[in-house]
């Protein structure tokens, strides 16, 4: 599985059941890599994707799908579902958020493919780094 996710510099995700940010670019550039595959994703984060064309599927717990091969997650700690994934996108906000959900996942059996910076729309530097297994 194919795993999304965005980060702060201390590896947050969220704060008080939110995202802790948003970004146009962002999206648009995760679309573009993710092409005509489906994106599954939780109710929450369907919001961020409904004008950008892209093949999603909300359900509540978008890992524990059996079959799924991409799965974006915002609002949950992914380490629960570390053995069905092997590839991850990880895009770094590059700030400092509050966050009472943080990315915890064993990254030490993954290896770094590729890291890119781009402007945002709502930030000056957002890193957008593939690991794969």
């Given at each position: 599985?194919?795993?999304?996710?965005?980060?702060?510099?201390?590896?947050?995700?969220?704060?008080?059941?939110?995202?802790?940010?948003?970004?146009?670019?962002?999206?648009?550039?995760?679309?573009?890599?993710?092409?005509?595959?489906?994106?599954?994703?939780?109710?929450?984060?369907?919001?961020?994707?409904?004008?950008?064309?892209?093949?999603?599927?909300?359900?509540?717990?978008?890992?524990?799908?059996?079959?799924?091969?991409?799965?974006?997650v915002?609002?949950?700690?992914?380490?629960?579902?570390?053995?069905?994934?092997?590839?991850?996108i990880?895009?770094?906000?590059?700030?400092?958020?509050?966050?009472?959900?943080?990315?915890?996942?064993?990254?030490?059996?993954?290896?770094?493919?590729?890291?890119?910076?781009?402007?945002?729309?709502s930030?000056?530097?957002?890193?957008?780094?593939?690991?794969?297994?």
């Amino acid at each position: 599985m194919k795993l999304i996710v965005c980060l702060d510099d201390k590896n947050g995700m969220a704060f008080n059941r939110r995202r802790q940010s948003r970004d146009r670019v962002l999206i648009e550039d995760l679309c573009r890599t993710v092409g005509e595959e489906p994106i599954y994703l939780s109710p929450y984060s369907a919001s961020l994707f409904a004008s950008t064309g892209a093949k999603t599927v909300a359900v509540v717990d978008p890992l524990g799908v059996s079959g799924v091969h991409c799965c974006f997650v915002e609002t949950f700690d992914p380490a629960p579902y570390g053995e069905l994934i092997d590839e991850i996108i990880l895009y770094r906000w590059n700030r400092h958020y509050p966050a009472d959900v943080t990315f915890t996942l064993d990254m030490s059996g993954y290896r770094l493919i590729s890291a890119d910076e781009f402007v945002g729309s709502s930030h000056e530097k957002i890193t957008k780094e593939v690991w794969k297994k």
